[in-house]
T-cell receptor, first 115, second 118 residues
Framework: EAGVAQSPRYKIIEKRQSVAFWCNPI?????LYWYQQILGQGPKLLIQ????????DSQLPKDRFSAERLKGVDSTLKIQPAKLEDSAMYLC?????????????FGPGTRLTVT | AQTVTQSQPEMSVQEAETVTLSCTYD???????LFWYKQPPSRQMILVIR??????QNATENRFSVNFQKAAKSFSLKISDSQLGDAAMYFC???????????????FGKGTKLSVIP
């Protein structure tokens, strides 16, 4: 079974530029999560999708971050404009359904550096 | 709000020895899940072990076991017969239980970096 795919793996941009990350979850997984992991900290949820609907985006900085999940499969996370404090690892995870007994499977992440 | 605390930023263990990683959490919920995740360098995070709060028996997965003390809100991970491949960041995480609406997001601690000495 193919795992969660993410691209790019690394990205370096200057502040005020825009960037987009892509995630392809495991086939059949209805729930998709985006986490932000700042160096030295644990991941923090940014947004959760159930199919193509948003379940929780309470911690997403909506003035600069946006995310979509077209057709309930792939997802894109965008930052516009980027700030220095956005430097972090961005992790995508997926699970079969929303019921929490199902394990979340993580992708390899995208490491973003904002200079 | 739920919080997860890992008080050991770094730990080391000799190969084949046993090590225990600590985790405490705070919640007002009675139904929840606790997890230990492993994040090797430059590789994806994987689930090591899961504990349901309603279960009194401590979870075990091969060389990995937990000591779940619900009253003390403590959830430690014991790794027996440590191997070089166990070297990684280990994160303790909390998630609410099945009842009620809302997000089932994972709340993570800051992690413990485990080094295994040959």
């Amino acid at each position: 079974e193919a795992g969660v795919a993410q691209s790019p793996r690394y990205k370096i941009i200057e502040k005020r530029q825009s960037v987009a990350f892509w995630c392809n979850p495991i086939s059949g997984h209805a729930t998709l999560y985006w986490y932000q992991q700042i160096l030295g900290q644990g991941p923090k949820l940014l947004i959760q999708f159930q199919n193509n609907g948003v379940v929780d985006d309470s911690q997403l900085p909506k003035d600069r971050f946006s995310a979509e999940r077209l057709k309930g499969v792939d997802s894109t996370l965008k930052i516009q404009p980027a700030k220095l404090e956005d430097s972090a690892m961005y992790l995508c995870a997926s699970s079969l359904v929303r019921i929490p007994t199902y394990e979340q499977y993580f992708g390899p992440g995208t490491r973003l550096t904002v200079t | 709000a739920q919080t997860v605390t890992q008080s050991q930023p770094e730990m080391s263990v000799q190969e084949a020895e046993t090590v225990t990683l600590s985790c405490t959490y705070d919640t007002s919920e009675s139904d929840y899940y606790l997890f230990w995740y492993k994040q090797p360098p430059s590789r994806q995070m994987i689930l090591v072990i899961r504990q349901e709060a309603y279960k009194q028996q401590n979870a075990t997965e091969n060389r990995f076991s937990v000591n779940f003390q619900k009253a003390a809100k403590s959830f430690s991970l014991k790794i027996s017969d440590s191997q070089l491949g166990d070297a990684a960041m280990y994160f303790c995480a909390y998630r609410k239980g099945n009842s009620g609406a809302g997000s089932y997001q994972l709340t993570f601690g800051k992690g413990t970096k485990l080094s295994v000495i040959p």
